[in-house]
Structure formats: C-alpha cells, structure tokens
C-alpha cells in the first residue's frame, strides 16, 4: 500500500540546516534534570526535545518511567525553552495522556512495532489527530512488520510519518548494542521516498564512544535526521547512562559532522559526476554482455552435458570456481564477502539455464 504522507518541511519542526535533530534523555527523571537538559540543548540549538515518560524496560524492578507527571515537566520545556516535546508511546493510554498533556510529536519504540495488535490500538487512538509520529523499526530485522506499523497508523489519518533506524537485536555478538541494518532501512527509503528517515545512534551503539561514528554514517547514507540521547548528568542516569552525552558535548559532536548534499548544481561538480556516470554506464554495458556470453556458453554445457548424462550441478568444480574467484578477487581488492554473493547469484542462473534444457528434451 502506498503511503499519503505530508512532507516534514510542513510540519513546522525542524529548521534547516539539515540534520534534522531530536535530542534529550533516555528518561525524564526529575524535573530538575528535565529543565536543565532541555536549557542546555535548547543552548546547542536544538529544536526537538525528547524524553521518556513510560520505559519498556528489559528487566522488571527497573526504572520503568516516571509517568504522566513528567507530561507536566514536558510542558513547562515548551513554554520556558521553546522547544517542541516528544515521547514514546507504547498503548492506547499512553496516546490519551500525551494528547491531553499537549505533547507535540510522539515515537513507538522497537518493541512497540513488533507488535501488531498494539500498534493497531496506538493508530486508533491517535485517529482524527495531527501529531506526527516517528517508528522505530523493529526489533528484529522485519521490512514488512515496520511497513505494516506505518500503514496501520497511515490508515488511521496519520499523515505526519517518520521512521527512526535504531539497529536489531541479533544473536551474534556485535561492538554495538543493536547491530545496524543499513541495507534493510535503504530499502525502505527506497520504497518511501519521501518518508523522514532518522537515525539513532544512542540504541544502535549502546555507547556515547559510537555515537559520532554511527551519525556520520548515517548522514553519508542520506539519512535526514539523528535522534540522539542527551542527559545533564550522565553518570547519574537511571537508563541508557553509558549512551548519553552532556548538552554541550552533543553540540560539539554535530558541528563535527560533515554533512552531504544529495545533489550539486554546481558545474566543475557536474561535469566531473557526469563524466565519472558515463564510465560506469559503459562498464554496467560490457558487464551485461559478458553475463549473457557466460550463460551461452553454460547452454552448451547443459547440452553437453545430456548428450553425456551427467549431472548438472558438480560441486566440486564450483568450490573451485569459488575458491580462485575469491582468491583473485582479493588482489582486486574486492571482498570475500562480494564474491560469494555476485558468483553465487551467478553460479545458480547457471544452475537454472542448464537444468532449462535438460527440461526441455524432457517434453520431446
Ligand atoms: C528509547 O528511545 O529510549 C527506547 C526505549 O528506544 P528503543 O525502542 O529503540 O529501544
Ligand atoms: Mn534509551
């Protein structure tokens, strides 16, 4: 299903330059750190702010959020600093309060998004609202189950849609807390192209050290926007503590940061970009060729093949194949890893042309 979406340069949030930038802590905890949080990212230039009021937390006895109170704490950051206020929604509940408390945007977290059943009580909650509403991917890498949360929510009348890419949950083990699947969130962007995409390198990297590295990324990738956690004191926080930075060193982490344009109208640029796009208009030609002119010669061994009775498939000649393809491909400074994939995509058309005629003298 397509997605009717309102542009988020219409939403009055962010202002430009881009990234577009959600920042503040993991939890709201006091109102104390609540003020200073937001004065000082409100200092950074900081338009967004973010909180948690309800945490899904992994363990019960945890701090699992201070609740509709904060809603209160979030309101005065509104009216003292200016900003605009987001949470995370996880029920219907939540929605209700969020909507009276005057919340400005709201996210459904990870867990929230695998979860159809709740993200169909979220949607209906929010039915005839205009907040607009980030989605973080879910935990587990699902293309369709992020999709379906969106369309679930843009059935519901909410047109003001983002997407927050904050890693997955994988069984092998990773230096970041939530490994990122880039691929999987181009996808999406891909399918949506005009769907805000963020990144949150707090969750992905489950430390502050990754927090830069992870943003720049993400912007090289052509990312829109960054939710980041930020917290006035850190050490003391009572979630995410190791993934926040302070205010101040937050602001210093994004003016390191070198952001990409999608485009250039400039000449020299131009010319140079065209140049370098008819190079590889002519290589994608001469590779093409070559695919067919590998698969005709595959159709002479298929047939050679019958006339001989041998099976098609011959493990052992592939693996060699393989093994030199890679071991080659190693003095081209290609990786293992591109190899196995591009000669194993070719080796099974292969598979699929041979068996084709083998079929074929089948119908005679
Ligand atoms: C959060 O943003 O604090 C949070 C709980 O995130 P996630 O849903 O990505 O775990
Ligand atoms: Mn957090």
């Known amino acids: ?42 200092k950074e230039g900081i338009h967004v702010f973010r909180a948690g009021i309800w945490k899904p937390r ?8 201070i609740g509709t109170e904060g809603l209160k704490w979030l309101r005065r950051v509104q009216k003292e600093c200016g900003l605009k206020v987001c949470t995370e929604v996880a029920s219907e509940r939540h929605v209700y309060e969020c909507i009276k408390f005057g919340v400005d945007m709201v996210w459904v977290g990870a867990r ?25 991917n879910p935990v587990n890498p699902d293309l369709d189950l992020w999709i379906g949360a969106l369309e679930r929510l843009n059935r519901a009348g909410i047109k003001k849609l983002g997407v927050i890419h904050r890693g997955f949950s994988t069984s092998e083990k990773s230096e970041y807390r939530n ?30 050290k990754y927090i830069k590295e992870l943003s720049q990324r993400a912007l090289d990738l052509g990312f829109d926007g960054l939710m980041v956690e930020s917290h006035c004191n850190p050490s003391v926080a009572l979630s995410d503590a190791k993934q926040q930075l302070v205010p101040a060193d937050l602001g210093a982490m994004l003016s390191s940061l070198t952001v990409r344009e999608r485009d250039s109208k400039d000449q020299g640029y131009r ?5 370098l796009r008819a190079q590889i208009d002519i290589l994608d030609e001469n590779l093409l060729y070559i695919l067919k002119s590998r698969m005709d010669v595959s159709r002479k061994i298929g047939s050679y093949k019958k006339e001989h009775n041998i099976f098609i498939v011959q493990t052992a000649r592939w693996e060699a194949i ?29 598979v699929r042309v041979q068996d084709e005629i083998l079929e074929a003298g089948q119908e005679d």
């Open 179 to 208: 490994a990122p699947g880039w691929q999987l969130a181009i996808d999406l962007a891909s399918r949506f192209p005009s769907l805000p995409f963020f990144a949150d390198p707090s969750h992905m990297g489950g430390d502050r």
């Open 58 to 65: 992994t363990h019960p006895g945890c701090f699992e959020g």
């Open 112 to 136: 929230t998004t695998a979860n159809p059943f709740l993200m169909q009580e979220i949607a209906d909650a929010l039915k005839d609202t205009d907040i607009p509403v980030l989605v973080k």
């Open 271 to 275: 010319e140079g970009i065209d140049q």
């Open 1 to 42: 299903m397509a997605l009717e979406l309102i542009p988020v340069d219409q939403w009055g949030f962010f202002t430009l330059p881009k990234p577009m930038v959600i920042a503040g802590p993991c939890s709201a905890e006091s109102e104390e750190q609540v003020m200073e949080t937001a004065r000082g990212l409100a």
């Open 322 to 350: 393989l093994e030199k393809m890679i071991r080659k491909g190693e003095e081209y400074g290609l990786s293992e890893k591109f190899i196995t994939a591009a000669f194993g995509a070719i080796h099974e058309e292969s």
